[in-house]
């Protein structure tokens, strides 16, 4: 695996725990962060060992305490952009986000402290979100004179409905964990110090199940969201077909039949 300034990447048990690591600026995501993520994610994903990838927030420089998962995009770094390099910025976080999104592996957000404008909208980008109970969520970028770059508008709106995303965005106000657990922008809300125990927990039950199968089940979901049902069904009938040629599915069923346990292997 590549070297990285500011991540840093642990593997065990068929998962990757990404950590963003840039502690003297809250994790903020820069254009050598999102370069970096985009690198560390395609060789994730490249990997059979790696099942379930974690991503989550470093501790601060002078405590050690868990204060940020990402606090947000660079404002040193966006304050003197020009609309182009706007875009540009914008265009080059959307890259990461989207293997976040699409990669085979699932991907489990695991957010501690601040998730704010660049921090909501990566952990919006994974597959599911499990807070601490110090978490922040928010998306203020309106109060700096812009909108959120990193896919928030859009995003936001698909998981909370169309109106508590204006509201959060037009207010540039922060929530936290148990308000974004009521609203259904995290799935799950623990103590802090079971953060990650929970995170891994759920990952190695996903882990339990038939592998290939699961990454089949999220890009049905994914690519059938903004189909119409029709074509969606469809859609997830020749897939489910294409399951029932597995490995899997003759050790999952004849297990099932047996009253043993299974051994999914297929990835």
Do not use: W
């Not at 405590?63 to 952009?81: C, L, Q, R, Y």
């Not at 959307?94 to 952990?123: D, H, Y």
Request: proline letters at 2%.
């Amino acid at each position: 695996m590549s070297e990285f300034n500011n991540l840093k990447l642990e593997v065990a048990d068929e998962i990757a725990v990404l950590t963003i690591a840039r502690p003297a600026a809250l994790n903020a995501l820069n254009s050598e962060t999102l370069d970096e993520l985009n690198v560390a994610l395609t060789e994730i994903e490249a990997r059979d060992d790696i099942k379930v990838v974690i991503l989550t927030g470093g501790p601060d420089k002078k405590d050690n305490a868990f204060k940020s998962f990402v606090a947000g995009a660079d404002i040193s770094e966006m304050v003197n952009f020009t609309a182009a390099q706007a875009r540009e910025f914008g265009m080059k976080a959307s890259v990461p986000f989207f293997k976040l999104m699409n990669m085979r592996q699932v991907t489990i957000a695991a957010v501690n402290g601040f998730a704010l404008g660049g921090g909501c909208e990566i952990s919006m980008a994974c597959d599911i979100r499990i807070a601490s109970e110090n978490a922040t969520f928010g998306q203020p970028e309106v109060g700096l004179g812009i909108i959120p770059g990193f896919g928030g508008t859009q995003r936001l709106a698909r998981l909370v409905g169309m109106g508590r995303a204006k509201e959060l965005i037009f207010t540039c106000d922060s929530i936290d964990a148990a308000e974004a657990y009521r609203i259904g922008l995290v799935n799950k809300v623990v103590a802090c110090e079971e953060l990650m125990p929970t995170a891994k927990a759920m990952a190695a039950k996903i882990i339990s199940k038939g592998s290939y199968a699961v990454s089949i089940a999220k890009a049905a979901i994914n690519n059938g969201y903004d189909m119409d049902i029709k074509n969606a069904v469809e859609m997830e009938a020749n897939l489910f077909g294409i399951t029932c040629s597995t490995h899997d599915k003759a050790e999952g069923m004849g297990a099932f039949l047996e009253r043993r346990a299974a051994n999914l292997t297929d990835f």
